[in-house]
């Protein structure tokens, strides 16, 4: 059967969720209205390293409306995960043991849950977490990776012989003494601090067992799925008797993708109450509750030939992990692919300390590797004298240098050209601190963005009704960049439908299995499910018509039949035809529908599949008191097939304030005397707000990649968020010709 028009995808189309959420008509994890519901919440230790001597519960059990305290004494014991994993989980570390949340005394970081208080109300509880009295044998705390550093050890994951996420350890590509022989070099030293996920809407779980001992679970959660399976393990029940749910998640960027301590605490204490129990983490909490992106320290050594083009590339780098699991990063990755060098050597090495296990934070990984990488590449720029955008394209890779494999579409050639164009590039004098307006020195700079186009197994199923509507469904979450109409628009172009006849259902776990909201995956993942499952519904309905002799159809080959606006059609006689909603009424069928998982291929043992983008950045610095604003951003995306113009164009703008507030505010400070948070609060741990922003421009170019996915699409959320710090940094050397290595680039570090 041939497709007629494509109603849907690439159109600028509003938000299905919009109006839902403007009104206060969705419903966030603890919003949900459960009956009989107690409160919990969680006391959190006030020692980095050591054990619980005693903890006094008496007082706050005593507490007006306490219902009951549960601590490492009392708590139901319950079974975490060792690994290499035990459940279908591609998130938390590969090596390591789930933190075993009031299990045992052991203090592993400051501010870990050490009990959770339950009462009626939710005040009640806040107050009785006050009342409990931890005595500690106390231990000092490792939380410095400068001190620790010569503790640095490879990760158990990058000594598998085929890493599963691919991110060995050592990787040696060319002549390891190119360094050497290189005409010119730069070796330089670049960090990045803790940062810490601030999403509005805070870690929630609402808990209510059944009489027959089902868990109920209202969670904030990029990934239904793992969270329901995780739950099952912990708890010993089958998955069947874990139903989750999460429709809307206020913003998580990493912070949800895999259950922390709150879900399981919070079904503690609803066991232990048998009521439902919410547990909503305090915004002070939220800075040990979930991971972070990790400190890290990078080296990245470039050589070249005196004609900028590179000879050897070494980016060596190490990141902070906790006691108790190995999180890894591809911290180093980029290095291996992003610019064509016959030479290049990478290692990575990881550093255990006294802080909750470090997770993926937006761009994970690459946008921290990059930000070494792509000023490096502006600082050997700089010492050849080459235009910084021109260095770029001198060292522009046609095949990725880590495999040799040809990249299934690339436009970053065509991203630096229009973006240039578009920003104004060719006005930007090459000197440091030769742009100024009055008091303000300006300052251009330049960064490369890219990210692996990612594809996992998906699930879906979609259902035509005799109304002539629809509806496609997955267990997919959505934390804002638009799965819920990603899922509607990709339905109603395979079924060709038009929009306002189909919709979508997702974040619940009795829907078909959906992948991982992270990675820039969930359209090539979810969305080609949705896709499959549309197309094996509507191939369905046709079976009906083409064998009904009642039919217009009866006996017409399939290839000869089209389909427009929920109606199927022979190509050279539009009047010989009928519609979906016909078929069904004919056939005594209220709905048909199909289940599809849908499953990556071998493309990418053919093809080097990443998405790519240029950052063009202004910045103004003043002079005297050395503050720097970002007045205007210019960012062109080469990112296959785009599902939906409107909200495209927000994830971009989204990513790069995010990359603003990595560059110039975001920094998680942390006492290493007492390996404490200092600055736990949205009053102290700066993020951006709109009078931050100045104009922000994006753009696609546009791809026909059939490689990627059946959608052609290729993720967008990450790959606007990396190399933004660069760009901002490299603008910053241009305004003031002070190089800032150290995340962020605060007034005192320019004064």
Not at 182 to 187: H, P
Not at 197 to 219: C, F, R
């Amino acid at each position: 059967m041939n497709q007629g028009v494509r109603p849907a995808i690439g159109k600028p189309v509003e938000r299905v969720d919009g109006r839902l959420k403007v009104t206060g008509g969705a419903r966030y994890a603890a919003e949900f209205k459960v009956a009989n519901l107690a409160h919990g919440v969680l006391v959190m230790s006030t020692i980095a390293n050591g054990s619980i001597r005693s903890i006094d519960t008496k007082a706050a059990l005593s507490a007006p409306g306490v219902l009951e305290v549960l601590t490492h004494q009392n708590a139901p014991r319950v079974r975490f995960p060792e690994r290499p994993q035990t459940i279908d989980d591609y998130v938390a570390p590969v090596f390591g043991r789930s933190l075993p949340v009031l299990q045992d005394n052991t203090i592993y970081f400051n501010a870990q849950p050490i009990a959770v208080v339950i009462a009626e109300t939710l005040e009640q509880a806040e107050h009785a977490a006050t009342l409990v009295r931890a005595v500690y044998d106390e231990r000092k705390p490792a939380t410095s990776l400068e001190a620790e550093i010569a503790r640095a050890f490879p990760p158990q994951e990058g000594l598998m012989k085929e890493s599963p996420t691919e991110r060995p350890a050592d990787v040696v590509r060319g002549d390891p003494n190119a360094l050497s022989k290189a005409e010119v070099v730069i070796d330089e030293t670049y960090t990045i601090p803790i940062e810490t996920h601030n999403p509005m809407e805070l870690l929630s779980t609402i808990a209510q067992w059944s009489s027959d001992g089902k868990l109920t679970v209202h969670d904030k959660t990029q990934w239904v799925p793992n969270t329901q399976g995780y739950l099952a393990l912990v708890f010993g029940i089958p998955e069947t008797d874990v139903h989750v749910i999460s429709p809307f998640v206020g913003g998580a960027f990493g912070s949800s993708l895999r259950p922390w301590a709150h879900p399981v605490v919070a079904a503690m204490a609803a066991r232990a109450v048998r009521r439902p129990v919410k547990l909503v983490v305090a915004r002070n909490q939220m800075f040990t509750s979930h991971g972070h992106r990790p400190y890290t320290v990078q080296r990245v050594a470039l050589g070249s030939g005196r004609d900028g083009r590179l000879t050897a590339i070494v980016h060596e780098g190490t990141a902070q992990t906790s006691i108790y699991e190995e999180n890894t990063e591809s911290l180093v990755n980029a290095s291996r692919m992003l610019y064509a060098s016959p030479n290049c050597i990478t290692k990575y090495r990881l550093v255990r300390g006294n802080i909750q296990t470090p997770l993926y934070m937006r761009g994970p990984g690459e946008s921290s590797g990059v930000f070494a990488l792509d000023s490096a590449i502006d600082e050997l720029a700089y010492k050849l004298k080459i235009d910084p955008l021109e260095m770029r394209i001198r060292n522009h890779a046609d095949r990725d240098p880590s495999n040799n494999l040809p990249f299934s579409s690339k436009s970053l050639l065509e991203c630096y050209r229009r973006g240039a164009e578009k920003f104004g590039w060719s006005r930007r004098t090459f000197e440091p601190r030769s742009m100024r307006d009055g008091r303000y020195l300006i300052g251009m700079g330049v960064a490369t963005a890219t990210y692996p186009t990612l594809r996992m197994p998906a699930t879906a199923r979609a259902r035509v009704f005799s109304d002539g509507t629809a509806v496609v469904q997955s267990s997919a979450s959505d934390m804002g960049p638009g799965t819920w109409t990603m899922m509607k628009v990709v339905g109603a172009e395979a079924l060709a439908m038009d929009l306002s006849r189909v919709r979508s259902e997702l974040g619940d776990s009795s829907l078909p299995k959906g992948s991982v909201h992270g990675g820039s995956g969930t359209t090539a993942s979810v969305g080609s499910a949705v896709h499959e499952a549309s197309l094996a519904v509507q191939a369905k309905l046709l079976a009906l018509a083409t064998k009904d002799s009642r039919s217009p159809l009866n006996g017409v080959a399939t290839d000869q039949v089209t389909a427009e606006n929920g109606r199927f059609f022979v190509k050279n006689d539009s009047s010989r035809g009928e519609t979906y909603a016909e078929i069904l009424r004919r056939n005594n069928m209220d709905s048909i529908d199909a289940t599809v998982e849908s499953m990556p291929d071998d493309a990418s043992k053919k093809f080097s599949m990443h998405a790519f983008g240029a950052h063009f950045l202004e910045v103004r610095v003043d002079a005297e008191l050395g503050s720097v604003r970002v007045t205007r951003v210019v960012t062109g995306v080469g990112a296959g097939r785009i599902m939906n113009e409107k909200t495209a164009i927000s994830q971009i703008t989204g990513g790069v304030v995010g990359g603003i507030g990595m560059a110039l505010m975001e920094e998680t400070v942390m006492d290493h005397r007492m390996g404490r948070i200092v600055n736990a609060s949205l009053g102290e741990y700066h993020v951006p707000v709109n009078a931050d922003i100045g104009s922000l421009e994006a753009f696609f170019v546009e791809e026909r990649d059939e490689h990627v996915n059946p959608l052609g699409a290729k993720g967008i959320g990450e790959v606007s968020y990396v190399g933004v710090a660069a760009a901002v940094a490299n603008a910053v050397f241009h305004a003031t010709g002070k190089r800032i290595r150290h995340l962020p680039i605060t007034l005192d570090k320019l004064l």
